[in-house]
């Protein structure tokens, strides 16, 4: 098992800053790639950024490339989202995920953190 707690959530206006953060703990290993996922009401979740275990290899999805950078220090077994830039339709719940297959896809995220609330006013 992996226990996965988010933190960094909150309240910014648009074009503000906010950094998210994911402490895995329990049964860690080398090979899961972590990443964040997010889903707004009404909206299926969907993926925002990934990182693989060693940090050498992200991946972003077009709506926040450019924008979001995620990532990691594996001494602290935690991955970090820096979003920059908000807009109000960043705002979401954003999950902490690992995966031992594909990062980016849903289906194949073995374990899911609770949940952090993002929200971005105009």
């Known amino acids: 098992q992996v226990q996965l707690v988010e933190s960094g959530g909150g309240l910014v206006q648009a074009v503000g800053s906010l950094r998210l953060s994911c402490a895995a703990s329990?049964?860690?290993?080398?090979?899961?790639?972590t990443g964040w996922f997010r889903q707004a009401p009404g909206k299926e979740r969907e993926f925002v950024a990934g990182?693989?275990?060693?940090?050498?290899?992200?991946y972003y999805s077009d709506s926040v490339k450019g924008r979001f950078s995620i990532s990691r220090d594996n001494a602290k077994n935690t991955v970090y989202l820096q979003m920059n830039s908000l807009k109000p339709e960043d705002t979401a719940v954003y999950y902490c995920?690992?995966?031992?297959?594909?990062?980016?896809?849903?289906?194949?995220?073995?374990?899911w953190g609770q949940g952090t609330q993002v929200t971005v006013s105009s």
């Open positions: 990182v693989s275990w060693s940090g050498g290899r992200t």
């Open positions: 329990g049964r860690t290993c080398r090979s899961y790639a």
């Open positions: 995920a690992v995966s031992l297959r594909r990062i980016v896809v849903v289906e194949e995220i073995d374990y």
